[in-house]
């Protein structure tokens, strides 16, 4: 059973233009939750989605950032016109059902130059 | 709000020694907590966790209590290895929330 994938590992963006990270669950888990780790910093939750549906956004900036999980496909995570300060690791975490512990993927690490 | 206050690092280590990560939460009712691996370049792994009071979770020689009188979940391993090296980060869920609050992490190192 794969775990979490994640992709692109590794990616670069300049000030300004978009990033799309991709989050595919575990199979069978329909829960998807996005956390962000800034450099020597612990995980921040971002937002929570099950399919076709944002349940908490609590985390999300206001601005420039999106998330998504759609019927059929990946979770995306989009961020416009990124800035330095985005330059950090985005960790997807799927669970089969709430209250149930999250499985994480290994990450996507942004550089913004 | 939720919150989780671990001890501070790096810790540094001989091999063989008994180790102890602090963590302390901050929580409205019951929450679970948990510890969570972090190896170098990759994502994270839950090492363990306990859903209720006095409940001790464990795993691979690591062990925590859930201590509702302290609110504390400290992890400890009685003899430390090299591969033990990584970041450790303990977490809760409150009751009724699905998002992880995590603290800060530790990073350790065992030397051989």
């Known amino acids: 059973n794969a775990g979490v994938m994640q992709n692109p590992r590794h990616l670069v963006r300049r000030r300004g233009q978009e990033a799309r990270l991709r989050c595919s669950p575990m199979k069978g888990h329909s829960h998807v939750y996005w956390y962000r780790q800034l450099p020597e910093e612990g995980l921040k939750f971002m937002v929570y989605?099950?399919?076709?549906?944002?349940?908490?956004e609590s985390g999300m900036p206001k601005e420039r950032f999106s998330a998504e999980f759609p019927k059929e496909g990946p979770s995306i995570l989009r961020i416009q016109q990124v800035v330095r300060g985005d330059s950090a690791a985005y960790f997807c975490?799927?669970?089969?059902?709430?209250?149930?512990?999250?499985?994480f993927g290994p990450g996507t690490r942004l550089t913004v130059t | 709000g939720d919150s989780v206050t671990q001890m501070e690092g790096p810790v540094t280590l001989s091999e063989e020694a008994f180790l102890t990560i602090n963590c302390t939460y901050t929580a409205t009712g019951y929450p679970s907590l948990f510890w969570y691996v972090q190896y170098p370049g990759e994502g994270l792994q839950l090492l363990l966790k306990a859903t209720k009071a006095d409940d001790k979770g464990s795993n691979k020689g690591f062990e925590a209590t859930y201590r509702k009188e302290t609110t504390s979940f400290h992890l400890e391993k009685g003899s430390v290895q090299v591969s033990d090296s990584a970041v450790y980060f303990c977490a809760l869920s409150s009751q009724g929330a699905q998002k992880l609050v995590f603290g800060q992490g530790t990073r350790l190192t065992i030397n051989p």
């Open positions: 975490a799927s669970s089969p059902n709430t209250g149930r512990e999250q499985y």
């Open positions: 989605l099950q399919k076709e549906n944002i349940i908490d």
